[in-house]
């Protein structure tokens, strides 16, 4: 890839004048684009560092006079959702709980039916795939008050449990189509060979198919963090007042009708609600663009 | 030690039927090449005695045992693929033993025969190397290494050499008879490269639409093709045909077609075949010889030449007929020019016109 670059740089011919003005008309459009988004995020963060003091003057594209951390403090510890003053942690915590078994359940569904429809040609499997395509089309809101209805009827309505589960079904579609494109790339001789070597079915996915998983299951926990964390409808509607997860609650503190609204705390407040997914996609990018281009990658 | 019996088998994919009612025995110790065009079951049929794809009729029975239903690894084979199917997270070592280690076989004899095994295939030096940092004819080693690891009784080769290049083709082939003549196990080997089939075969099954065309030894499989598909698949450069009638001439039967005649009457006919009937004529290009001053010798007007280092393949007409031959790099024969040649009828085939089978 390097060597291949370099030649291709070696041999490179110079660009006519006509060029060049293109280069520089397309890099400035790119350049505009990308300060139009980081905008709301560049008001976001220097709001949040001011003073209301400060924030009342209205100039919202001025850096901070006074550079504070105090809305992020009161965010953190001490934002008021109604008459519990804990702050955002309470929020995060949740969130977290939530968060981990859902995502580590869901893709060990999503693999492990990936893995059956593509190597075990059961009867019925495509069938079986294209309700569960079918699933992913509905709209979530169809499905809230019967589920509503069923985990009332067994007990388990607004708990932990409650929600984990719904998070782990509403994600498997998806789930099993990415593992399942995965998997239908790998060469079906390497499920013979290991059959001959009298690997069952699990000893299979466990020993083979799991390991060479890696690069799907990055994309797949992307996807997942990004979209369990994101949530607000299930959330407000499964997870009980107690687990609530942090998106409902940044909800509360920002739509606080009583009193003055703390802009600052505010901003602070979705800052960090928005960091966990924030962080994911900087930190990998380019698994992300990998994902979406899966079906087209092996490993 | 095991042999090998098909009874009547049937395979099919829905309503597409790969293999129909084929009938097959294969002696203990015997190297059977199952040959054929692509998409002609000769695959099917191997994952078929494999146990990975099912029947949908008839028995497959090694040693007198039915294992038409048993489990791939209850059948005692070992399997080697094209595509090498070597597991990519394992290190060659963990790839040779996964067998061993599932059936609980214990460390120490585990290590003895992947040593073994190791040795006997030079991989002994790759033990530690994960296969994607193995050349593709180092992966192959390790692939029938796998298969030697598990004892079998029986090998099933599904084109093992098809993704090699021609200098590694050849010396994992000698590799692979030598392997035969240390264990004397049964083998069956899957290919559509003849010349794989004509070197390590005790006997080839040449297969078309499911359906054996002829099961016999390399030589006679060469030689004497039991029809016109079989003739042309083996065989390079391929072999001529010419299609005509056998007419008699006297007591005698002569081919003709068009101007071209050729004395039939020492060809070995298998039934007997009355004058008037319409035929096809099968020449190898190394049948027509250079004529050294015979009495029989036609001319033919040679069109093209075709060096190909050890002699040429020339193309002459004769009467008609644009036949191929082979010549020597030193008989003098060039193109637009003239050039004898004697054919060797009773090395010549003909094959029914309707039919296409040898008459």
Redesign the interface.
């Known amino acids: 890839m390097m060597s291949q670059a370099k030649s291709a740089n070696a041999s490179k011919r110079p660009l006519t004048y006509q060029e060049v003005w293109g280069r520089i008309g397309i890099y400035t459009f790119l350049g505009l684009l990308a300060l139009f988004f980081l905008l709301p995020l560049y008001v976001m963060l220097v709001t949040s560092f001011k003073s209301m003091d400060e924030v009342r003057l209205g100039l919202i594209f001025s850096l901070p006079q006074h550079f504070s951390l105090d809305a992020w403090v009161k965010a953190w510890t001490s934002a008021c959702t109604g008459l519990d003053c804990t702050g955002l942690q309470v929020g995060f915590g949740n969130s977290v709980k939530i968060l981990v078994p859902s995502v580590v359940f869901s893709i060990l569904f999503g693999a492990l039916n990936g893995y059956a429809l593509s190597f075990w040609k059961v009867k019925g499997a495509n069938v079986l795939f294209a309700c569960l395509l079918l699933g992913s089309f509905v709209p979530y809101q169809v499905f809230i008050y019967p589920l509503v209805r069923f985990y009332a009827q067994t007990g388990i309505y607004g708990s932990l449990p409650a929600i984990v589960i719904t998070h782990i079904i509403f994600g498997m579609p998806v789930m099993t189509l990415l593992f399942r494109n995965y998997y239908s790339g790998l ?1 079906v ?2 499920f ?8 069952g079915f699990w ?1 299979i996915f466990i ?2 198919v799991l ?2 998983s890696v690069p799907i299951a990055i994309v797949a926990v992307i996807m997942q963090v990004t979209a369990i964390w994101n949530d607000f409808l299930l959330g407000l509607v499964f997870a009980g007042r107690d687990n609530l997860p942090m998106t409902v609650q940044l909800n509360n503190i920002v739509n606080t009708t009583t009193g003055e609204r703390a802009y600052n705390v505010n901003m602070a407040a979705t800052v960090l609600t928005s960091l966990v997914p924030l962080t994911v996609y900087l930190v990998s990018g380019r698994w992300f663009v990998r994902g979406i281009a899966s079906g087209a990658v092996k ?1 | 030690m095991s042999s090998v019996s098909l009874q009547n088998l049937e395979i099919s994919y829905g309503n597409v039927a790969i293999v129909k009612s084929l009938d097959l025995t294969i002696q203990d110790g015997e190297f059977l090449v199952l040959l054929g065009p692509s998409g002609c079951g000769k695959s099917t049929l191997l994952s078929a005695i494999g146990g990975l794809v099912d029947v949908s009729g008839g028995r497959i029975l090694f040693n007198d045992k039915d294992v038409t239903w048993a489990d791939p690894k209850d059948r005692g084979i070992g399997m080697v693929f094209q595509s090498y199917a070597l597991y990519p997270t394992m290190s060659v070592e963990r790839n040779l033993s996964f067998g061993l280690r599932i059936a609980g076989i214990d460390r120490a004899t585990i290590d003895k025969k992947v040593k073994w095994a190791a040795e006997l295939l030079q991989i002994t030096h790759l033990l530690d190397r994960k296969p994607s940092a193995l050349s593709g004819g180092q992966r192959q080693r390790v692939a029938i290494g796998r298969a030697l690891v598990r004892d079998a009784d029986i090998f099933l080769f599904d084109e093992p050499l098809s993704n090699l290049d021609a200098k590694l083709r050849a010396e994992l082939r000698l590799e692979i008879k030598k392997l035969h003549k240390t264990l004397k196990s049964t083998m069956i080997y899957v290919t559509h490269d003849q010349i794989e089939a004509l070197t390590l075969a005790d006997r080839i099954a040449v297969m078309k639409d499911g359906i054996i065309q002829q099961l016999d030894t390399p030589l006679n499989v060469y030689n004497k093709p039991a029809n016109e598909f079989v003739g042309s698949f083996l065989g390079s450069p391929a072999m001529n045909k010419v299609e005509g009638q056998l007419v008699a001439d006297g007591d005698r039967l002569v081919f003709t077609a068009g101007d071209f005649r050729l004395d039939a009457s020492h060809y070995p006919f298998a039934q007997k075949v009355e004058g008037g009937r319409k035929a096809v004529l099968g020449l190898r290009p190394e049948h027509i010889l250079p004529a050294k001053g015979d009495a029989q010798a036609i001319e033919g007007k040679v069109s093209l030449i075709e060096p190909m280092g050890s002699s040429i393949l020339a193309w002459s007409n004769f009467d008609g007929v644009s036949l191929s031959h082979l010549v020597g790099q030193d008989d003098g024969c060039e193109a637009d020019r003239t050039f004898p040649v004697t054919i060797d009828v009773q090395k010549a085939s003909f094959f029914d016109v309707e039919t296409g089978w040898r008459l």
Request: hydrophobic share 40%; proline share 12%; aromatic share 0%.
């Open positions: 060469p001789e390497l013979k060979a290991a059959r001959i070597d009298g690997a000893k020993s083979i390991p060479m490993g």
